[in-house]
């Protein structure tokens, strides 16, 4: 009888994974990872990346961890970063199942740009309200806009199950953080595409807006009418949903319970107003109503590198919080380290003062 | 000839990185320990190849070498899971999986730091909307049970799989070289093709020789407990087990009504018919070979009904080859009288034909093969690529000339090059000409008299002419005339196919009527196929048409086989930039009348893939 070997390449692929025994709650079928990452478009993989070290693959999977971890022999890795195969909510769900089933994690981040939203402040002498552009907004709550009913009378929304951004994560990390982001976005390198190079990114905890296609045309009519419905809404992306809908499908174990929270950082400005906003085109130049498709995607263009870097940086302050502490071993589960960055400041867990903080609703206590 | 005993055939596994190379070859060979590895690392394996392939031995040594690493083994039955089914439809929870196996498994086990192999046999026994059901709750228990590897067996098929994580795997034959050695009598004179397959093998080697009809009545006469005189009853029980149930399950208590208890008693102590743990015959093919045994000696049962019972609605084809072994005289007859029926079943027949007896006529093959090399074209993607495959696996030199065509208008010099050879069929010449037909040449009224008539080759080879062709209101009104009012359902189906072709107003009502009134299922399959092609042709008719689709999805919820028809029918290939917008009202109404949230991403899945044919399309 041939002897099967515990990892090797099978033909022509790769494959992980021992037969036999081993720890079963928090190991999948390529190892353990106590954070993923995902991404979407490859500015936001390569700025996660390199935020985050992340310079080696894991095998041939597309998945990145730092080079100290990427051979580990129990194949226990403190993070992992991966990319959804596609834009949009269903190619984030599919993608977050495969990581799930993978790599067990404890928490999924999805890290990335997003669309911000701008409404009219109640003095009219006053800018806009919401994030600006190269803003960080950290969702605490997801709603899937596209889902409705339509009918001579108009719009009615109609609602999916799914996992809503763990309360714990935003209270006790993202508002703490965003509270007192102090250096944490001291060692950005991409250079602001506008004139204010000093400002530091704004950290928004908020409601997100999950639609299907590119908020390409913050005029058109649709795209309005959806955000005045989400009144309270800071950013719109394609992915949350998804990754939301896949760890609500995923909970049928009850010990297993991972988290998820999306960090989106402000690539674009879309608004939710009529008349749309006044605002200043990518050249600089007044607008009358909000920016036409093309001038969109061209600020889009401008802005995803820098806000790729504000929301992958916010991104790494959350992930030393979150690897801090050790997870205690149990009779299921022995358990993995805590963990430290080791730089800036050689702690490994981010100093934090001053900075700028919007947090909560927008008709509350900001 | 040698004796069966102890004798280990030399196929093997192989490792396929997609449909293509599962369908086509050639594979890369691997073991049974890197297939277990292979299962435990992507979670999943269909291993697919055609019947008596294997694949329930294969299965079995799997699990056993598992079992020798250390791997904890379960196996499941699909059958006894689609049976479960019946009683709580819907019930597609991973836990059912685990209680209908053996050994039954409860979540602890499955937590206590052990890998498991789940080994499911069958999947290619069950009929096609309990297959998808299966293979989606075998893809939520691989997705949040990690130390699962699950293996499926299945028949060669292009299946929809629920996730890209899916490792595919088939079977080789049996050496030639081992068939000549193992069967080394000179009196065998069956096809070396046949004899590759394991279970053919077998039988050939415990003395069972001839065509595979032979080979099952052979074994059925002296092994399996049947003596001459029970044949036909035997048969006729076997075909109406098919005809009650669309599976492979057989009814005992109807059984010995039929045949009577002793007949019964004796299959079962024979082991032709397995009692427990869900009745059936030993192999899927015995059964086959019984209900095709029925049919193949009336004509009458080879009409739409009658097919879809011997196949499941043509979901596995290895029935209707036995037919054309034992009705081999009729053999043209059966393949137009399949072509009426389905075109893949056609092609299987003419493919199954050309590995062995040879008894459909050149000329059949031809004016066959061409039609499927037409479809080639076709503007729905997933027929494109079925017929694609059907011609591969067909892989004569006219199927050949069909894969190698670049534009429809080519296919013709292909027909009057072919044709000028083949002197057998008086019929071929009309039929040239009517294929030749120019497609600037107008349809004319009378040539719907000859799409509605008896001869099926003709009656679809007008209905696509006539898609083709410029088309008058006079010749519109016929057709629609035939749709609504054809003397039988496959002038009716004939005509709705052709009325895809007509971008008018009522020719959309007359179809809308077809759709909600027919009887006969597949006018209403052909009705979905032309409303979306006229939505596609005719940018003013197409909110209207998605509007009326829409309306009717409640309807067509309780029928599967229409609603996956649709599904597959939006996917259209030269689809303009709004389709997914404009087709939004029918997914949303999917989505909305949705019975569960898995089902609700099923819809939405439709849609994201409609936003990207969408975007192909700038």
Request: contains cysteine.
């Amino acid at each position: 009888m041939a002897t099967i070997p515990a990892s090797g390449r099978v033909g022509n692929r790769w494959v992980h994974g021992a037969l036999g025994v081993r720890m079963a709650l928090l190991q999948g079928r390529r190892g353990h990872a106590r954070i993923v990452i995902l991404t979407v478009i490859a500015s936001e993989l390569k700025a996660v990346r390199e935020v985050f070290g992340a310079d080696a693959e894991i095998g041939v999977d597309a998945v990145f961890t730092r080079p100290e971890y990427a051979e580990s022999a129990d194949r226990c890795y403190p993070f992992i970063v991966a990319r959804s195969p596609d834009r949009s909510n269903t190619p984030a769900s599919g993608g977050t199942k495969k990581l799930l089933e993978f790599y067990r994690p404890e928490v999924v981040l999805v890290v990335g740009i997003g669309g911000g939203i701008q409404r009219p402040s109640d003095d009219p002498e006053a800018p806009p309200t919401g994030p600006n552009l190269g803003d960080v907004v950290v969702g605490k709550y997801v709603h899937y806009a596209p889902y409705t009913k339509n009918s001579p009378d108009g719009r009615s929304l109609r609602y999916v199950s799914i996992d809503q951004p763990a309360g714990l994560l935003v209270s006790q990390h993202a508002e703490t953080l965003a509270a007192f982001p102090g250096n944490c976005f001291d060692g950005m390198k991409a250079e602001r595409p506008d004139e204010e190079q000093d400002r530091r990114p704004s950290v928004f905890i908020s409601e997100l807006v999950a639609i299907e296609s590119i908020a390409g045309n913050p005029a058109g009519e649709d795209q309005i009418a959806m955000l005045e419905r989400f009144d309270n809404a800071d950013v719109v992306d394609m992915e949350s949903m998804g990754v939301g809908r896949a760890l609500h499908e995923y909970r049928t174990d009850s010990h297993y319970s991972p988290r998820w929270m999306s960090i989106r950082g402000v690539s674009d400005i879309v608004t939710a107003e009529h008349p749309p906003l006044p605002g200043p085109t990518p050249s600089g130049e007044e607008s009358i109503g909000a920016l036409a498709e093309e001038d969109n995607n061209q600020q889009r263009k401008q802005w995803k590198r820098y806000a790729s870097e504000a929301a992958a940086t916010f991104a790494r302050a959350l992930v030393a919080r979150l690897l801090f502490s050790e997870r205690p071993p149990s009779e299921a589960d022995p358990g993995a380290p805590s963990w430290s960055f080791g730089a800036p400041g050689g702690s490994g867990h981010p100093a934090v003062v001053g900075g700028s903080v919007h947090t909560g609703s927008r008709d509350g206590d900001e | 000839m040698s004796s069966s005993e102890n004798v280990t055939f030399d196929y093997g596994l192989l490792m396929c990185d997609n449909f293509d190379e599962v369908l086509n070859g050639p594979g890369s060979p691997t073991t049974l320990e890197a297939l277990i590895e292979q299962s435990l690392g992507s979670g999943r394996v269909l291993l697919q190849a055609r019947g008596g392939s294997g694949k329930t031995t294969t299965l079995e040594r799997l699990a056993r070498t598992a079992e020798a690493s250390g791997v904890a083994v379960a196996r499941l039955d699909a059958l006894a899971w689609a049976s479960a089914q019946e009683m709580s439809p819907r019930d597609t929870a991973p836990e059912k999986l685990l209680s209908l196996a053996s050994p039954a498994i409860s979540n602890r086990e499955l937590s206590a730091g052990r890998n498991w192999l789940f080994v499911v046999d069958g999947l290619n026994e069950v009929a096609q909307s309990f297959a998808a059901s299966m293979l989606e709750a075998l893809e939520r228990l691989a997705s949040s049970t990690p130390s699962v590897g699950i293996i499926v067996s299945d028949r060669l098929n292009r299946r929809a799989l629920p996730s890209g994580l899916w490792a595919l795997a088939t079977l080789s034959q049996v050496s030639e070289a081992q068939v000549r050695e193992l069967v080394d009598d000179p009196k065998v004179t069956q096809d070396l093709a046949t004899l590759r397959l394991p279970y053919y093998l077998q039988l050939a080697l415990r003395g069972d020789l001839g065509s595979r009809s032979e080979q099952h009545r052979t074994f059925l006469l002296t092994h399996g407990g049947v003596a001459v005189d029970e044949m036909p009853e035997l048969a006729r029980a076997a075909y109406l087990q098919y005809q009650e149930h669309g599976d492979r399950r057989v009814d005992l208590q109807a059984m010995r009504k039929d045949v009577g208890d002793a007949l019964v008693e004796r299959l079962v102590v024979a082991g032709t018919l397995i009692p427990e743990p869900t009745s059936r015959f030993a192999h899927h093919l015995m059964h086959d070979y019984l209900a095709a045994t029925h049919a193949a000696t009336r004509p009458g049962l080879w009409d739409s009904a009658g097919l879809d019972t011997l196949t499941f609605k043509a979901t596995s084809m290895d029935a209707l080859a036995m037919v054309l072994e034992q009705a081999a005289e009729a053999a043209d007859l059966l393949v137009r009288q399949v072509y009426d029926w389905n075109f893949y079943g056609a092609a299987y027949l003419i493919a199954e034909d050309r590995r062995g007896q040879r008894k459909i006529s050149p000329a059949m093959e031809l004016a066959v093969i061409t039609m499927l090399g037409e479809r080639r074209f076709d503007r729905f993607t997933s027929t494109a690529q079925q017929v694609s495959d059907a011609l591969r696996v067909i892989d004569s030199d006219v199927a050949r000339d069909m894969l190698e065509v670049e534009t429809k208008d080519e296919i013709a010099a292909v027909v009057v090059a072919r044709s000028r050879s083949l002197l057998d069929a008086a019929w071929l010449d009309d039929w040239v000409t009517l294929y030749t037909r120019t497609s600037s040449e107008p349809a004319q009224v009378e040539d719907v008299e000859i799409l509605a008539s008896q001869d099926s080759l003709l009656g679809w080879t007008m209905s696509n002419v006539i898609r083709r062709s410029p088309m008058r209101e006079a010749v519109a009104q016929e057709l629609r005339r035939v749709a609504s009012h054809g003397p039988t359902e496959v002038a009716r189906w004939r005509a709705v196919h052709a009325l895809g072709a007509d971008p008018r107003r009522g020719t959309v009502d007359v179809l809308l009527t077809r759709l909600d009134q027919d009887e006969a299922i597949w006018v209403r399959y052909g009705a979905i196929r032309s409303l979306v092609e006229i939505a596609l042709i005719e940018p003013n008719l197409r909110q209207s048409v998605f509007a009326e689709l829409a309306q009717r999805v409640p309807r067509l919820r309780v029928e599967p086989h229409l609603l996956r028809e649709l599904e597959r029918a939006l996917m259209l290939a030269g689809a303009p930039r709004s389709w997914s917008q404009d087709s939004a009202v029918v997914v949303e109404q999917l989505w909305v009348t949705s019975g569960s949230v898995e089902e609700q991403d099923r819809w939405r899945g439709l849609g994201a893939a409609l936003r990207e044919l969408a975007g192909a399309a700038r």
